[in-house]
């Protein structure tokens, strides 16, 4: 099973994301696990700040329509990711330039961001191919986006 499964459910992906530039998608994942319980509201603006801050030092725009925005804070004890889609791509300063169209956020406890390297390694490794990009652009429900994930980690 590829171990990006074990972080996602049907609450963690927003399949239409508005935002039109870096700073609103960062702000529109963040506000998102607040409102689905994932990100505790006292939380809210130190993961914001942290992410920006993160940015600002170097884009996590990795190339090919996708963006892994990820920090590590102290007051968290797991791994919190969210996944946001724009069918339309989103300017995010990229290293190729291009639009990004998949965003895989992740926060991660402080005492435990080396665990996590592997993870960001996975979710590479998954969105490397266009054609799997493509789908999970085009998936419209938790169910597709499984099916497309577990596809792709055989």
Same mark, same amino acid.
């Given at each position: 099973?590829?171990?990006?499964?074990?972080?996602?459910?049907?609450?963690?992906?927003?399949?239409?994301?508005?935002?039109?530039?870096?700073?609103?998608?960062?702000?529109?994942?963040?506000?998102?696990?607040?409102?689905?319980?994932?990100?505790?509201?006292?939380?809210?603006?130190? +993961?914001?700040?942290?992410? *920006? /801050?993160?940015? %600002? &030092?170097?884009?996590?725009? !990795? #190339?090919?329509?996708?963006? +892994?925005?990820?920090?590590? *804070? /102290?007051?968290? %004890? &797991?791994?919190?990711?969210? !996944? #946001?889609?724009?069918?339309?791509?989103?300017?995010?300063?990229?290293?190729?330039?291009?639009?990004?169209?998949?965003?895989?956020?992740?926060?991660?406890?402080?005492?435990?961001?080396?665990?996590?390297?592997?993870?960001?390694?996975?979710?590479?490794?998954?969105?490397?191919?266009?054609?799997?990009?493509?789908?999970?652009?085009?998936?419209?429900?938790?169910?597709?986006?499984?099916?497309?994930?577990?596809?792709?980690?055989?």
């Amino acid at each position: 099973m590829n171990p990006l499964l074990e972080y996602i459910n049907n609450q963690n992906i927003i399949y239409d994301l508005k935002a039109k530039d870096k700073e609103e998608v960062i702000r529109e994942l963040v506000t998102h696990g607040v409102e689905v319980g994932m990100i505790e509201q006292d939380l809210q603006d130190e +993961i914001f700040t942290s992410l *920006i /801050n993160r940015e %600002s &030092s170097m884009s996590t725009g !990795i #190339g090919s329509g996708v963006a +892994i925005p990820h920090c590590s *804070i /102290n007051a968290i %004890s &797991s791994l919190i990711m969210i !996944i #946001g889609i724009s069918r339309d791509g989103i300017p995010f300063d990229a290293i190729d330039n291009l639009p990004v169209n998949i965003f895989v956020m992740m926060v991660v406890p402080k005492n435990k961001f080396q665990d996590h390297i592997k993870t960001l390694a996975v979710i590479a490794k998954t969105l490397n191919l266009k054609e799997e990009r493509d789908k999970l652009i085009s998936s419209k429900s938790y169910d597709d986006l499984v099916s497309i994930i577990s596809t792709n980690s055989k």
